[in-house]
């Protein structure tokens, strides 16, 4: 059973940074997608090839990844009071959802982010 372990929330002020981690574990090396939810939004995602990024965010977060870690990152930067939310890791099989809620069959815990202005 996969697993999907986020880490790097946390307090910032407005302008500030962060950086979420996402590892996965326990899913079958085969073609999958990766993507960050702000509560049931989509942020973010990326199939290895294709990027998917919301417009409120484009310019400020990127995704990356490191493969050898099974890690996908999400940084963050200059955020504002709107990002506060929590923010989740989601996986898929094969097909790519993009940004869209419904399809993603795995989920993470979350973790917590808060903008302070």
């Known amino acids: 059973q996969g697993k999907l372990l986020e880490s790097g929330g946390g307090s910032v002020q407005t302008g500030g940074s962060l950086r979420l981690s996402c590892t996965a574990s326990?899913?079958?090396?085969?073609?999958?997608?990766m993507g960050w939810f702000k509560e049931r939004e989509g942020v973010a995602a990326f199939d290895g090839e294709n990027l998917y990024y919301d417009d409120s965010v484009k310019g400020r977060f990127t995704v990356s990844e490191d493969t050898a870690q099974n890690t996908m990152y999400l940084q963050m930067d200059d955020l504002q009071p709107e990002d506060t939310a929590r923010y989740y890791c989601?996986?898929?099989?094969?097909?790519?959802?993009?940004?869209?809620?419904?399809?993603?069959?795995?989920w993470g815990q979350g973790t917590q982010v808060t903008v302070s202005s």
């Open positions: 326990g899913f079958y090396d085969r073609r999958k997608c």
């Open positions: 989601v996986f898929n099989y094969d097909y790519c959802p993009g940004l869209r809620q419904t399809s993603w069959r795995y």
